[in-house]
């Protein structure tokens, strides 16, 4: 079945814990983004990837690292999470980085930092 | 700086009745696509529709109308007869195509909690 895949989908942590969202394709994509979902703003890219070891700033970037080693896999990695960064996130994928090409999402990943 | 703007932050309507969800957008691209997902409360993003901004052909999908008018920039969702299973957050969006090739990512507006009441 073609899916994106996050782990963890709950996460709770505290501030300054290093952590990892990791997000998977199994749709041979070239392009993965990240979202980040927050109640009244909607949903805002973080970083996306058009190809193994391409990346780029989103919206929102502060506070986050991705990086692309492989083809299927995009993770977000949370440095130092502050509270600030509680909120739903999401891992998408398309075929090709185009304006037509539907994204794929993932089921999502709630984080709260304490 | 491309703009999606949903002014509907929520609508409740009785089962049955019609209901529409406006999608107002802002880009200086000449290309573009524009979106709507569906977030039921399990919280998954399910497409809906693409439209590119060539085509102004409104679309009909079982209940579900879609209205693009570019002279107004719209692009607006109506539930004909609508039902409990629609409630949800619907969000509209907007991807560009860049003069050299590639997109952005989905600029989305910041959705429309709609609710049916039975």
């Known amino acids: 079945e073609a899916q994106v895949t996050q782990n963890p989908r709950y996460l709770i942590t505290v501030t300054g814990k290093k952590l990892t969202v990791t997000c998977s394709q199994n749709?041979?994509?070239?392009?993965m983004s990240w979202y980040r979902q927050d109640p009244g703003l909607g949903l805002r890219q973080i970083y996306y990837?058009?190809?193994?070891?391409?990346?780029d700033k989103g919206d929102v970037p502060e506070g986050y690292k991705v990086s692309r080693k492989e083809k299927r896999n995009f993770p977000l990695i949370l440095e130092s999470p502050s509270p600030n960064q509680t909120s739903l996130y999401f891992c998408?994928?398309?075929?090709?980085?185009?304006?037509?090409?539907?994204?794929?999402f993932g089921p999502g990943t709630r984080l709260t930092v304490l | 700086a491309q703009k999606v703007t949903q002014a509907q932050t929520e609508i409740s309507v009785v089962e049955k009745e019609d209901v529409t969800l406006d999608c107002v957008y802002e880009t200086r691209d000449t290309t573009y696509y524009l979106f709507w997902y569906k977030q039921p409360p399990s919280g998954e993003l399910v497409f809906l529709i693409r439209?590119?901004?060539?085509?102004?052909q409104n679309e009909i999908s079982g209940r579900y109308s879609w209205n693009f008018q570019k002279s107004t920039s719209s692009f607006n969702f109506t539930i004909t007869a609508s039902q409990v299973v629609d409630s949800a957050v619907y969000f509209c969006?907007?991807?560009?195509?860049?003069?050299?090739?590639?997109?952005?990512?989905?600029?989305f507006g910041k959705g429309t909690h709609l609710i049916i009441q039975p």
């Open positions: 439209r590119n901004s060539f085509d102004e």
């Open positions: 969006a907007l991807n560009r195509e860049k003069s050299g090739g590639g997109a952005d990512g989905l600029t």
């Open positions: 749709m041979n994509h070239e392009y």
């Open positions: 998408a994928s398309s075929a090709r980085l185009a304006g037509d090409n539907e994204q794929f």
């Open positions: 990837s058009m190809n193994v070891e391409v990346t």
